[in-house]
Structures are given as structure tokens and as C-alpha cells.
């Protein structure tokens, strides 16, 4: 790792028009934001991002075993990232919705690393500002289907959205700004998909994405194509 690359981002991006389109579902009025880039199909020592997001995501399954530790650890790294992040900003005009994982409730795999997450930065800014986040999952997953990064063909925002409910009773008094939280964004089906299935119960709403990373476009390596020129 570089120097740059050792520690995780401290600060915000916007999703512009430069990279909207490596988040092809994303529309040009989405207001999106992450902090590192994760390359994909690379390991833990590629950057501080691929080393945070792999042990955020670590499964379930993995509890128990000497890893399992790494994913505790860096849910709290996040947690501080974007406290560092969000630091000076007013957060008590803003509802945080995190994305559900891929497993209903019911589902031993069932992982709420997000929620943890997004708890962990609620302390954060009540130390720090004194009060606490409006933290609320408005959405769960009906039933459990394979994790969308362990597929082939990732699901559209309309299949995804089909596998959603709405926790009607967490509706009253929603802040004027949902924010909508996951670790990665790819192709922005998640955040598509969040966004169609509340915006009609909270119609009178502005919606806006954060995320720890984004999926950073693969770079090609052209020295097999021009060999020894």
C-alpha cells in the first residue's frame, strides 16, 4: 500500500457526472456520497478500503472463528470515518435508513452490520453534538436470497424492491432529509431500489445516499496488448 493507501477516508465525494456512470441506475438528480474506493476481486492489501469493507462484510457464518474480530473492529472504523466525515454538519434534520442485508430477520445469516454501524456513529455525534442520529429501518427484506455481490447478474431495482416491506409504524416523523446507507455502491440498484419504495409514503421527503465506498472501474492493464514495443 501507498501512503495514501493505509488509512481509510476521512472525507466525503460526491457522485458527479465524471463517475455517475460507473453506477449506471444512478440519475443524474441523485445526490450520492461515499468515502473510499473498493476495487474489486482485490484482496485485504490492495488499499485501506478493500481491508475496511472485506471484514465489514465478512458473513455470518464466519462468528466464532479468530477472524470474526476484524468485523467488529472495522463496523467501529466506519462508524468514526463518517463521524470524521459528518463532523460540523447538522445531522438533527436528517433520518438514517439502512439498506437491508440480503437475509430476512428470521435467517441465522441475518447480518445488521449497517444498523450496528449507523448505532455506533448515533453515540458518536451524541457525544460530540449532543444528540442522537434518527436512526430507523424503515425497510426489511421479506425473505433471504443470495447476497447480490455473490451473483453473476445483480438484481434490478425493481426486483429488489419487490423482496422489500415498509415498517409502517416507523413512519411518523421521518426528517425532511433520508439518508440511505450501505456499505459499497455498484451499479446504484440498492439505492434505486430504496428510494422507489419510499418516496411514496414520504412524498414531501429529499433523498440522498452514503456510502463507505464505491465500486472503483477496474483498471486495464495494456502491456499484453503492445508486448516488448
Known amino acids: 500500500m501507498t501512503s495514501e493507501q493505509r488509512s481509510f477516508p476521512q472525507r466525503l465525494t460526491k457522485i458527479d457526472a465524471l463517475t455517475r456512470g460507473d453506477h449506471h441506475l444512478l440519475r443524474e438528480e441523485d445526490k450520492v456520497f461515499f468515502l473510499g474506493e473498493y476495487t474489486a476481486r482485490k484482496g485485504f492489501s490492495h488499499s485501506a478500503t478493500n481491508n475496511l469493507i472485506i471484514n465489514f462484510k465478512k458473513p455470518m457464518d464466519r462468528k466464532g472463528s479468530p477472524q470474526w474480530a476484524y468485523k467488529a473492529v472495522n463496523i ?9 466525515a459528518l463532523s460540523g454538519s447538522d445531522l438533527s434534520g436528517m433520518t438514517f435508513v439502512p439498506v437491508p442485508p440480503s437475509k430476512a430477520k428470521s435467517d441465522p445469516l ?3 452490520r449497517m444498523l450496528s454501524m449507523l448505532m455506533q456513529l448515533s453515540a458518536l455525534v451524541q457525544s460530540s453534538n449532543g444528540y442522537e442520529l434518527d436512526v430507523r429501518e424503515l425497510v426489511t427484506q421479506d425473505c433471504s436470497g443470495p447476497a447480490a455481490h455473490d451473483g453473476e447478474v445483480r438484481p434490478s431495482p425493481a426486483e429488489l424492491a419487490a423482496g422489500y416491506s415498509i415498517e409502517d409504524h416507523l413512519l411518523a416523523g421521518v426528517k425532511a432529509k433520508v439518508v ?3 456499505d459499497v455502491l455498484t451499479t446504484g440498484s440498492h439505492f434505486r431500489a430504496m428510494c422507489d419504495v419510499l418516496e411514496p409514503v414520504l412524498a414531501d421527503r429529499s433523498f440522498r445516499g452514503l456510502f463507505l465506498a464505491r465500486r472503483a472501474p477496474e483498471a486495464v492493464d495494456f502491456s499484453a496488448l503492445f508486448g516488448d514495443i
Open 110 to 112: 441475518y447480518d445488521d
Open 180 to 182: 440511505i446507507c450501505d
Open 76 to 84: 467501529s472504523k466506519a462508524a468514526r470515518a463518517l463521524h470524521n
